[in-house]
């Protein structure tokens, strides 16, 4: 087992005697906690577990086997766990969005910026990206998809989100490739969550195209929650929240960008299309609450402890 960091030695020689011990998403913690502490060991877990050899394998299996429990936020990884440890206690629990802050446009009571705020005219056709900017969130393949897409039409790609914490915007847009004469490409960097609910409500389409797996995508709840038409790639525990029948749910391995570009044009020439979906998908969002999640989260939390 390999000495713990700093940070981890401090926080557990501060903790003392604790009944339960809640671990957030940190699987090279468990191994250490269950060591260190004789209490219940709850670990939560919101990411994939990745593994490219046998020894990573086996780590992944030695250190689920120190919690107690694993809430995992999606069926996917559920089955992923279950799949490296089959005796592992597992208990499913969406990620909740908070739905008196993310809502439709109709019921959305506070507007600090309009599109005016970001050189976008009222009738161009927007479609939002908002997560980290990297590889693996899909974000080059959707600027090369975009670039295709917006031939003779008024269209524009928002892209919301830095690369990391404290990236400077020049250094984030060199990153993803962007320069300030890219047609119709607006990349605004950082923009905190409490103004998000705004953001969403100026695109007409968000697009989630992420090549690795999702666990459980708070983007795609938000923009359910926002009733804002999504397109998501068959990625982790995605389809799940959209539901398997979802018509813009595309496969990831061959041809993603001419898929996006497929699907845009569905929405983009179809007004009708999109209104069924933003009404699809808010009733969709009543699933993962925050309300719900914390309910669920409780209710797991007290079986457990009691």
Do not use: W
């Not at 044009?265 to 309300?291: A, I, P, W």
Request: proline share 3%.
């Amino acid at each position: 087992m390999p000495i713990p960091n700093y940070y981890l030695r401090d926080v557990a020689n501060s903790i003392g005697y604790s009944k339960f011990i809640l671990l957030e998403n940190r699987l090279d913690y468990l191994q250490y906690c269950r060591k260190k502490f004789s209490s219940i060991i709850i670990f939560h877990l919101h990411n994939d577990i990745a593994y490219s050899s046998r020894r990573e394998l086996d780590n992944a299996y030695n250190s689920l086997r120190c919690a107690d429990v694993v809430i995992c936020v999606s069926k996917y990884i559920e089955d992923k766990v279950k799949s490296i440890d089959n005796n592992a206690r597992v208990e499913l629990c969406y990620n909740g969005v908070d739905t008196n802050l993310f809502m439709p446009a109709s019921k959305l009571r506070y507007t600090e910026f309009g599109r005016g705020s970001f050189g976008i005219k009222e009738d161009d056709f927007v479609i939002l990206f908002s997560g980290r900017p990297v590889e693996s969130k899909g974000v080059f393949r959707l600027v090369n998809a975009f670039l295709e897409f917006k031939t003779n039409k008024k269209a524009k790609l928002l892209i919301v989100g830095e690369k990391q914490f404290g990236a400077s915007l020049e250094n984030s847009k060199h990153d993803i490739r962007l320069n300030d004469g890219d047609d119709g490409i607006i990349y605004t960097g950082f923009i905190p969550h409490e103004k998000m609910p705004n953001i969403y409500q100026l695109a007409d389409v968000c697009v989630v195209p992420s090549i690795v797996e999702e666990a459980c995508s708070m983007t795609l709840m938000e923009a359910m929650a926002s009733g804002l038409p999504t397109i998501v790639t068959r990625s982790g525990g995605m389809p799940e929240l959209v539901g398997a029948d979802y018509p813009f749910i595309i496969d990831r391995a061959v041809g993603l960008e001419e898929k996006i570009v497929q699907s845009l044009n569905q929405l983009y020439f179809d007004l009708e299309l999109r209104k069924k979906m933003s009404t699809y998908l808010v009733k969709r969002s009543n699933y993962f609450t925050l309300q719900r999640f914390q309910e669920r989260f409780y209710d797991i939390l007290n079986r457990y402890l009691i």
